[in-house]
């Protein structure tokens, strides 16, 4: 079944809120430029992430045209702080070291981003239909909380609940494929974490969501779907990485055509 990229969102700090734009440039190892650029990092170089600390779901973030500054906020408690990610960095991090009763250090990777998945850093991708789907098992939750629990880049369209099960394959291969020109291969189930049954924004854990998940998932599981990649059933939203040497045009946009190439030897 065809489908198309349906939503593009990017996270330019690690962990903190995500954007929705209009296009995505793709950097040579699949990530996304801007995506996960920053990432706050503890006296011991350690992701200050929402796995390591739930604090980091109360802190709200908005950025400026070109990702060069950011507003940030304590939900519902203090008025917002702009800084320039470069120029007010000394003040920034002196601010999120307030915050967290910790030093901090904004860490920058411009070319590569602080992907989860070293191995397979490219954009992470779910259907809309699978948001959806997950959204009927969690009603009070929504569509809009699951994306901001998921963090997924890339939204497809066009097909129906858990489709990109089909950018999964077996172990040792992966399944190459194309958005508009840009040459992705799919590589492995995301195993989710802790902030999967976290409230997005006040970091407060769900009685029973886990297990409720891993029930649903597993009996929901395409037929389609490789077992043999699913160890267990945390695992929700597709992670790639980019062929190397892989040619042509580098951006993406809402609205390009998605067509699996077919299976090729993992890296």
């Known amino acids: 079944m065809p489908a198309r990229l349906d939503r593009i969102t990017l996270y330019p700090i690690k962990s903190l809120d995500g954007v929705e734009v209009p296009e995505a440039r793709v950097l040579a190892n699949g990530a996304l430029e801007n995506d996960r650029r920053y990432a706050l990092l503890d006296r011991h170089g350690n992701f200050l992430n929402g796995k390591a600390n739930a604090r980091v779901h109360r802190l709200r973030a908005r950025f400026g045209a070109g990702f060069e500054e950011v507003e940030l906020a304590v939900d519902g408690e203090s008025p917002p702080q702009r800084f320039h990610l470069e120029a007010d960095r000394e003040s ?7 915050y967290f009763d910790q030093p901090v250090r904004l860490g920058e990777n411009r070319e590569e981003g602080f992907g989860d998945d070293q191995e397979n850093p490219g954009a992470t991708l779910m259907s809309s239909a699978t ?5 009927g098992w969690f009603p009070r939750l929504g569509v809009e909380e699951l994306r901001r629990r ?53 970091g407060e854990t769900g009685a029973d969501f886990a297990r409720q998940f891993i029930r649903n998932r597993q009996a929901t599981l395409p037929l389609w779907a490789p077992r043999s990649r699913f160890d267990h059933f945390h695992r929700m939203a597709v992670n790639t990485c980019r062929p190397s040497a892989s040619p042509g045009p580098t951006t993406l946009r809402p609205g390009d055509p998605v067509e699996i190439l077919g299976l090729v030897p993992a890296d």
């Open 150 to 202: 998921f963090r997924t880049n890339l939204d497809l369209g066009e097909v129906p609940a858990f489709w990109e099960d089909h950018l999964v394959a077996p172990r040792g291969q992966n399944i190459r494929f194309r958005i508009g020109e840009v040459v992705f291969e799919g590589a492995n189930p995301c195993q989710r974490c802790v902030v999967l049954s976290r409230d997005s924004r006040t």
């Open 131 to 135: 948001y959806e789907a997950v959204a």
């Open 92 to 98: 920034l991090e002196g601010w999120l070291a307030a």
